[in-house]
């Protein structure tokens, strides 16, 4: 008799760099691995950093079409499609949930997801057949991601639904070498500091991990690709970590299930 599958009500995916789709890197493996470990949802709400917004628009879409938001990369990335389909009426109580925590939002018809979103989701489900609705990041800061995760919670409660966090533990593309150079130290610090207070659910240190975390500001010159992380932990309970790993030396790889 097979065991059960574990179960999750949000997770942060780290999606590295838009190559991860084709990379031999560990992290593909993992998300490749995690897709078919995991009781696939009847949906997903994914929140990306690669579209950040005022508020927490939503997007409203029948399909959605793989974005190729990047450039410099090879030929056989701008040749991948991933389709999945829209949910409208799952669209419509995230943004209700939205307004009723006081949060601002739109609908977006938009019917691109950029890499953050088809990446990973690509990976764990390749046959595109999760339906989607995206959440927007917004130019707020750690308390207004977690906000916005309290307010899907209930979204989750039966197991249907499930929330991806897609960004970066450490995301500093000023600092990266070849993709599989060791990682350095200071990554190393922020990342090992980072999954201290999510195992031990330290919100407050989380949310003030700017002033707190080893090499904070070297580990995201820009916090965009951290904030997602903020919203998954919010949505979820206790914090598992899934995966650790390094690419470029300094993106982690890391990912985490929150029960």
Do not use: C
């Not at 950029?114 to 339906?131: K, S, Y």
């Not at 977690?146 to 197991?159: C, F, Y």
Request: overall charge negative; cysteine-free.
């Amino acid at each position: 008799m097979s065991s059960p599958k574990p179960a999750y009500r949000s997770l942060f995916l780290s999606h590295g760099a838009p190559s991860l789709a084709i990379s031999q890197h560990t992290a593909n493996a993992f998300l490749r691995t995690l897709g078919k470990t995991l009781t696939k949802p009847k949906a997903a709400i994914v929140v990306s950093p690669h579209w950040m917004t005022r508020g927490f628009p939503v997007k409203q879409a029948a399909r959605y079409q793989a974005w190729h938001d990047f450039g410099g990369f090879p030929a056989e990335l701008y040749q991948l499609q991933y389709s999945p389909s829209g949910n409208a009426a799952l669209a419509e109580r995230v943004q209700q949930a939205i307004r009723k925590a006081g949060l601002p939002t739109a609908t977006d018809s938009n019917p691109q997801i950029d890499h953050g979103v088809w990446v990973p989701l690509m990976l764990m489900w390749p046959e595109a057949d999760v339906p989607i609705v995206q959440v927007s990041t917004s130019n707020g800061d750690a308390a207004a991601h977690w906000a916005l995760g309290e307010a899907l919670r209930l979204l989750l409660d039966d197991g249907d639904v499930l929330l991806i966090g897609s960004g970066s533990l450490v995301h500093n593309l000023r600092e990266i070498g070849p993709e599989f150079s060791p990682a350095t130290d200071w990554a190393m610090a922020f990342d090992h500091w980072m999954s201290d207070k999510l195992l031990t659910a330290d919100r407050a240190a989380l949310l003030d991990y700017r002033a707190q975390a080893p090499s904070a500001v070297r580990a995201h010159p820009t916090d965009d690709h951290l904030m997602p992380l903020f919203t998954a932990a919010a949505a979820g309970n206790a914090a598992t970590k899934l995966h650790e790993s390094f690419a470029f030396g300094g993106l982690s790889m890391s990912a985490y299930g929150f029960a």
